[in-house]
């Protein structure tokens, strides 16, 4: 992809270079027009991209549009010498809408924008509920003297770009979203397992802390036998977990559930805490 084309760009070149009916010409056109700005039965259009300046023309011309140029990027189309009432407002029209006013940030952005500029509320309306019956969640804004309908959601600009049937913008957009969710994911479970590794550094460090205090100040015999063997085996084995102690125990024995093992911790850091705090009073 090259660094000096926007991705909108890339879609509109993909729109353009698609082979039409003439019936889906004029259905292109009918979209071209209705995000333009209407005045006395006239459409007028910029347009500053060439390539898509050069297309428009031609598109106009061979579909006989009445039409003239009053400078060199700006269209005075003639509404009444095209019948845009009777169009299917399918793929074809919203591919004209968004060949004229669409926009998308650039596939490797942060955060998602689609948007459809109109100069006529009413059609931005329109134009948003028959998007939104196919679950696209299009919203409406107003902007100083336009209306734009836009989505966000990545999952919403994937389904308009397969509903416009521009599959290459597609391919490469679910592309980014497939590799930006994997990125995501492993820097998740990194995260996860650091965090993790932490806590478990953190739990070993404070049980042999507890363990070294009661055998200091000779306090096992307020511990029964059980809890004695298991804090020995825990102090011998730091990095197995609860349930792999279960089953050092189970070799000893003493058939005790995970739940119990984690009362036994529970037990020797309360009384550790409780004998601190006595002392640190007295």
């Known amino acids: 992809m090259k660094k000096s084309q926007s991705f909108s760009l890339l879609i509109k070149q993909e729109i353009i270079k698609r082979k039409y009916k003439k019936s ?3 259905a292109l056109i009918c979209g071209i027009l209705a995000s333009s700005l209407h005045e006395n039965n006239y459409a007028y259009l910029i347009i500053n991209n060439y390539e898509v300046f050069l297309y428009i023309n031609d598109l106009l011309k061979r579909n006989d ?21 009777t169009i299917k407002k399918q ?32 059609i931005a309306i329109e134009s948003m509920n ?21 989505a966000k959601k990545i999952e919403n600009i994937c ?17 980014t979203k497939i590799s930006r969710d994997f990125t995501n994911n492993i820097n998740r479970l990194t995260n996860f397992d650091y965090y993790n590794q932490e806590k478990i550094a953190y739990t070993n460090s404070l049980f042999l802390d507890n363990f070294s205090y009661i055998k200091k100040h000779n306090h096992e015999d307020l511990f029964n036998k ?22 050092k125990m189970k070799e000893k024995k003493i058939h005790i559930s995970k739940s119990s093992l984690n009362r ?9 805490l409780k004998n601190r705090y006595n002392s640190e009073k007295s």
């Open 226 to 247: 059980n809890e004695l063997i298991f804090y020995e085996l825990k102090e011998q084995n730091l990095d197995l977990s609860l349930s792999d102690l279960v089953f």
């Open 91 to 122: 793929k074809e029209y919203f591919s004209g809408i968004f060949l004229k006013s669409g926009s998308i940030n650039n596939i490797n952005s942060v955060s998602y924008h689609l948007e459809l500029k109109f100069f006529n509320e009413n």
């Open 159 to 175: 389904d308009f770009l397969k509903a416009i049937e521009v599959y290459q913008a597609y391919l490469n957009f679910e592309e």
């Open 264 to 272: 036994y911790l529970k037990k020797l850091n309360d009384f550790v």
């Open 65 to 85: 549009v009445e039409f003239e140029l009053i400078n060199k990027n700006k269209f005075k189309v003639s509404l009444s010498s095209l019948d845009c009432l």
């Open 24 to 26: 889906e010409e004029k």
């Open 130 to 150: 028959i998007l939104n019956t196919y679950n696209l969640n299009f919203k409406l804004l107003k902007r100083k003297y336009t209306y734009v309908i836009y």
